[in-house]
Nanobody, 124 residues
């Protein structure tokens, strides 16, 4: 059974860092993509970053470019989102998602499976 499980969220002060993890189980194809999305209260879910399994190409939204870094450990089937220089506007529920086939993009409608999410709160 395919599962995506996020962890690593929490409360952090502005300027701080967090590393989110997404463990993927029950899926073995090399031609998929993993995306990170976030949703703030009262706002639509937005794409943050994604990575394509086959070539490790990564994409970042303009709002996080230069501050967030997405990596993956294929041996552990885990994708990491390192978030630095966090801002209050980064607050939200962060979810990872899997696109079964194809290159990554930040369109949430193109992802097939979702994790439950982890809360990130940036506040002093």
């Amino acid at each position: 059974q395919l599962q995506l499980v996020e962890s690593g969220g929490g409360l952090v002060q502005p300027g701080g860092s967090l590393r989110l993890s997404c463990v993927i189980s029950g899926f073995t194809s090399d031609y998929h993509a993993i995306g990170w999305f976030r949703q703030a209260p009262g706002k639509e879910r937005e794409g943050v970053s994604c990575i394509t399994r086959s070539d490790s190409n990564t994409v970042y939204s303009d709002s996080v470019k230069g501050r967030f870094t997405l990596t993956r450990d294929n041996a552990k089937n885990t994708v990491y989102l390192q978030m630095n220089s966090l801002k209050p506007e980064d607050t939200g529920v962060y979810s990872c998602a899997l696109k079964v086939f194809g290159y990554c993009d930040l369109d949430r409608g193109r992802y097939d499976f979702w994790g439950q999410g982890t809360q990130v709160t940036v506040s002093s």
